[in-house]
């Protein structure tokens, strides 16, 4: 395999029907070592609430534990939905799990999708882009210094010490998922490494990554040494045609989330913040796309998902169009099959990983 290439693997924990909880949360730590064993460089909790779409209501409880049992993996959240939580005992948690594992934790952070989980927890959604910037601002001020304070409409209190200091200097990297265009502007000025998700296909993330590199080289950072991750839908076989066998379980996993998300109902169409996300989902409407899992087709075509050949394709595609050396993959989106997924995990260490060329300059 290319060493300079890394890879890992999201940890969707979705209870999809025929699964018990425990089944979920058992599977999420054993492909978890499954990964460390194959050499994986990165594991991902993903933090979802109100919803089987995902069972892990906090990323960083889970990645605690991930990181116990393993050795060698760096863990990260993806993400954290900063405005829903007080950032500064992020920063805390954050670090002590910095200190425990020597260095490696990753954070993700972003706003979200889902508006009842700022319902329960009594947030406002249309302030979450103020409150996810200024929320990073505190968390780097205290990592940076060792201690912070606040003065806003948001967060309010004199200055504290942040302890333990960060294992990792000067911070734990931290990286966002940023698709519309005000989050990806901030992202860029501030030269946060992008999470790039799996339901948007190569000339959509370009268009977004072009945009971010403007911000980013204006603001002075180096666009070719910026971390960013691809995430991807994940699923190799060579003895079966796991496309076709993938569209059941890839139709449950995108109505679910559209369900939980509400953002496209009467209730979210007024949110502020989410015009692009809305419209979107608009023109998928009048492609015909009218119910979420009809989009299931597009997320196959997207994603690596295929014969060995056909995933070496399209994933050298995506990194060369992204130039990006990082990949991460939900396995699970394609099967409940625990043998089926550790199969597509070893056909990917084993048949497609080792031929993909990286792009030899990023842009």
């Known amino acids: 395999m290319n060493n300079d290439l890394q890879w890992g693997i999201f940890l969707l924990t979705t209870q999809s029907p025929g699964l018990t909880p425990e089944e979920v949360i058992r599977r999420a730590t054993d492909y978890t070592l499954y990964a460390e064993k194959l050499g994986m460089n990165s594991a991902w909790t993903l933090e979802h609430h109100f919803t089987k779409y995902g069972?892990?209501?906090?990323?960083?409880?889970?990645?605690?534990?991930?990181?116990?049992?393993t050795a060698t993996i760096n863990v990260g959240t993806a993400i954290n939905v900063i405005p829903t939580e007080h950032p500064v005992r992020l920063a805390e948690e954050v670090a002590l799990l910095d200190q425990m594992s020597g260095?490696?934790?990753?954070?993700?952070?972003?706003?979200?999708?889902?508006?009842?989980?700022y319902m329960v927890f009594g947030v406002d959604m249309s302030k979450n882009t103020e409150m996810l910037m200024e929320g990073y601002e505190l968390m780097m001020q205290a990592w940076a210094t060792g201690s912070c304070s606040a003065q806003s409409e948001y967060y309010n209190f004199p200055k504290v010490d942040v302890n333990p200091p960060t294992y990792t200097k000067p911070?734990?990297?931290?990286?966002?998922?940023?698709?519309?265009?005000?989050?990806l502007e901030?992202?860029?000025?501030?030269?946060?490494?992008?999470?790039l998700t799996a339901f948007y296909d190569d000339e959509e993330l370009l268009g977004m990554m072009q945009f971010y590199n403007e911000i980013a080289d204006a603001n002075g950072h180096d666009i070719n040494a910026?971390?960013?991750?691809?995430t991807r839908i994940g699923g190799a076989a060579t003895t079966f045609d796991i496309r076709a066998a993938s569209v059941p379980l890839l139709n449950w996993w995108m109505d679910e989330f559209t369900g939980a998300s509400s953002l496209y109902t009467t209730q979210g169409k007024n949110i502020r913040g989410y015009d692009w996300h809305r419209r979107r989902r608009e023109q998928a409407i009048?492609?015909?796309?009218?119910?979420?899992?009809?989009?299931s087709q597009k997320v196959i075509d997207i994603n690596p998902i295929g014969s060995p050949q056909e995933c070496i394709d399209k994933l050298s595609r995506?990194?060369?169009?992204?130039?990006?050396?990082?990949?991460?993959?939900g396995f699970e989106a394609v099967s409940d099959s625990v043998q089926i997924v550790k199969?597509?995990?070893?056909?990917?260490?084993?048949?497609?990983?080792?031929?993909?060329?990286?792009p030899e300059k990023v842009w």
Do not use: Y
Request: with cysteine.
């Open 343 to 358: 199969e597509s995990m070893d056909c990917f260490n084993e048949e497609v990983l080792p031929k993909i060329t990286l």
């Open 186 to 195: 901030w992202a860029g000025s501030k030269g946060i490494p992008l999470l």
């Open 171 to 183: 911070n734990p990297p931290v990286f966002t998922v940023a698709t519309s265009p005000e989050t």
């Open 55 to 69: 069972l892990v209501g906090s990323a960083l409880t889970q990645a605690a534990f991930l990181l116990g049992k």
């Open 286 to 295: 009048m492609r015909g796309e009218k119910k979420p899992s009809a989009g």
């Open 226 to 230: 910026i971390p960013h991750v691809l």
């Open 103 to 117: 260095g490696r934790v990753m954070f993700g952070i972003g706003r979200g999708h889902f508006i009842k989980d």
């Open 318 to 329: 995506s990194m060369e169009i992204l130039g990006v050396r990082h990949a991460a993959f």
